[in-house]
Nanobody, 125 residues
Framework: QVQLVESGGGLVQPGNSLRLSCVAS????????VAWFRQAPGKEREEVSY????????DAANSVRDRFSISRDNAKNAVYLQMDSLKLEDTAVYYC??????????????????WGQGTQVTVAL
């Protein structure tokens, strides 16, 4: 059974940092493209950051490009999202997702076959 388990969310003030973790079981993330998405209340799920198969390509949404970074630890079968300079508008549930197949557009949630349950990130004064 495949599981992706996110952790690391919480309540922080603007300007602070958080690091989210996504640990996989049942699959080897080194063979998968991995992405982080987020969904705020009343909004559609949106892309955040991406790491291709083999971590050869990384990309991010324009809104987080200079503040968030994705990384992997294959030994731990994990992927991380380092979030710095958090803003109020970063408040959302954050999900990690994995895709075995080639992605022509990593920003489309339907391209991913495995998802975690999400972790809440709240940025508030």
């Amino acid at each position: 059974q495949v599981q992706l388990v996110e952790s690391g969310g919480g309540l922080v003030q603007p300007g602070n940092s958080l690091r989210l973790s996504c640990v996989a079981s049942g699959i080897s993330l080194s063979n998968y493209a991995v992405a982080w998405f987020r969904q705020a209340p009343g909004k559609e799920r949106e892309e955040v950051s991406y790491s291709s198969h083999g971590d050869t390509v990384r990309d991010a949404a324009n809104s987080v490009r200079d503040r968030f970074s994705i990384s992997r630890d294959n030994a731990k079968n994990a992927v991380y999202l380092q979030m710095d300079s958090l803003k109020l508008e970063d408040t959302a549930v954050y999900y990690c997702a994995a895709s075995r197949g080639r992605l022509y557009n990593w920003r489309i949630p339907l391209a991913y076959e495995y998802w975690g349950q999400g972790t809440q990130v709240t940025v508030a004064l």
